[in-house]
């Protein structure tokens, strides 16, 4: 048979889909992630009754995740940059799992406190390995799709799985609680790494959906190329001194803003300063996380879109972004109604807004070096998630007396502060040479 016809058959051949299992695997990965980041909050009203532990106590309880999830950033991103992320995130999520576990057992505030911190840096490398893996598996027009697929996932835990949780509690105690949620993690992890492999390596994936990945920008080739080298200063000043990631970085702090309101004040929010019962009022103080959840879905699907119907990969991203988190500035309008569903529709249309940005992660796929996208994330979920120690302190500040406007207005900033981020300092998107 001649060679051109060969090759000819070769090109019919139809590329398989293999990638599209990799981001339910990356989905079902971000659900343990938060049931572990939000058991907690389920688990301590019961606990800190049996525990004897006061409300000041249980504040340092619930700040310790954040510190060290926030302080681990960057090294958990130098390490994606060097251990495959079939490796890593086994042993992340076995490790973080086991210490779920443990705060099942614990005793005492100590106890407590430590293993949140546990849980906190042993989460840190999740979402830059979540880029890591996306920007290997997903050609640029898919991968907004990928990211709020995988992403929607934090809002499953916290919208349809907490009933599950307080059931748990409510039938075998509050131990049960991080004992189940920390032994999925311990099933997941052997599934993850008895399942996961890089594309060219995962069986199924032909050459023609390789082929499709790598054409399409997606770097199937990237654990290859990654230089096994120790920590470099001078990589860490890179990412620290471009004007384009100061956008993203920036505007990753003022979108987890609003996400760690509703993670943490909304509901003394709802039932301090609005007079709802937040038990009664269970399906409408949800509905703000299934706008959310309904957001983040919308976000993936509408960028790639935009890029299949022929849109710039800047303007396809970054309008969600930044009409997301213009929407999400509504959120002020609970400042301006007394009725509950207005307070509701605000609140919830503010959360919608806060997913339909969500797709953050696509621009640190884009934008960052090929050699340094780990330590790039790492930098970029650390700026993020400094939201998480810094909104519930300043929020206790503003909240003063028996109004807590100041704090709704604070957060609507922040919201319109990022969307400028975005159009002022990312600029054109396009990959940074080194």
Excluded at 96 to 103: D, E, I, K, R
């Amino acid at each position: 048979m001649p060679p051109q016809t060969l090759t000819g058959q070769a090109s019919l051949v139809t590329p398989s889909r293999k990638r599209f299992f990799i981001m339910v695997l990356l989905f079902i990965t971000v659900v343990i992630n938060y049931l572990d980041r939000s058991n907690l909050s389920i688990a301590a009203p019961a606990l800190t009754s049996e525990l004897g532990i006061d409300p000041v106590h249980v504040g340092l309880i619930f700040s310790a995740f954040g510190w060290t999830y926030a302080a681990m950033q960057i090294p958990g991103g130098w390490l994606v940059d060097r251990v495959p992320p079939r490796i890593l995130y086994s042993v992340a999520l076995l490790l973080w799992s086991l210490a779920t576990v443990m705060l099942g057992f614990a005793a005492s505030f100590i106890a407590l406190f430590v293993l949140r911190m546990a849980v906190g840096a042993l989460e840190a490398p999740a979402y830059p390995i979540n880029s890591r893996v996306v920007t290997t598996w997903f050609p640029e027009r898919e991968r907004a799709t990928a990211i709020g697929f995988y992403t929607s996932g934090q809002f499953v835990g916290l919208a349809f799985l907490t009933p599950v949780l307080a059931w748990l509690q409510h039938e075998f105690g509050w131990h049960m609680v991080f004992v189940a949620t920390g032994a999925a993690g311990v099933v997941w992890a052997a599934i993850w790494y008895a399942v996961y492999r890089e594309p060219r390596d995962f069986k199924g994936a032909n050459d023609a959906e390789i082929d499709l990945i790598r054409e399409g920008g997606g770097l199937v080739d990237i654990q290859a190329q990654t230089a096994k080298a120790s920590f470099s200063w001078t990589d860490l000043g890179i990412v620290l001194s471009k004007r384009k990631l100061w956008g993203i970085y920036l505007g990753q702090f003022c979108l987890n803003s609003t996400l760690w309101f509703f993670l943490t004040w909304f509901p003394t929010y709802l039932v301090k300063y609005r007079g709802m019962d937040f038990i009664k009022s269970g399906l409408l103080a949800s509905l703000p996380f299934l706008a959310a959840f309904i957001g983040v879905l919308c976000s993936g699907f509408f960028s790639d879109l935009l890029i299949r119907r022929g849109c710039s990969v800047g303007f396809a991203r970054k309008l969600p972004i930044i009409g997301g988190l213009l929407i999400s500035t509504s959120i002020i309008g609970a400042n301006f109604v007394e009725s509950t569903p207005l307070v509701i529709a605000f609140l919830a249309l503010a959360f919608f807004g806060n997913g339909l940005a969500s797709i953050t992660w696509s621009l640190v796929s884009t934008l960052a070096p090929a050699r340094l996208l780990g330590l790039t994330g790492g930098v970029f979920n650390f700026i993020g998630n400094l939201s998480a120690i810094a909104t519930p302190i300043v929020i206790g500040f503003l909240a003063s007396g028996d109004s807590f406007a100041p704090a709704i207005t604070y957060i609507a900033i922040l919201a319109l502060i990022g969307a400028l981020s975005y159009v002022l300092l990312v600029g054109k998107v396009e990959r940074i040479e080194l």
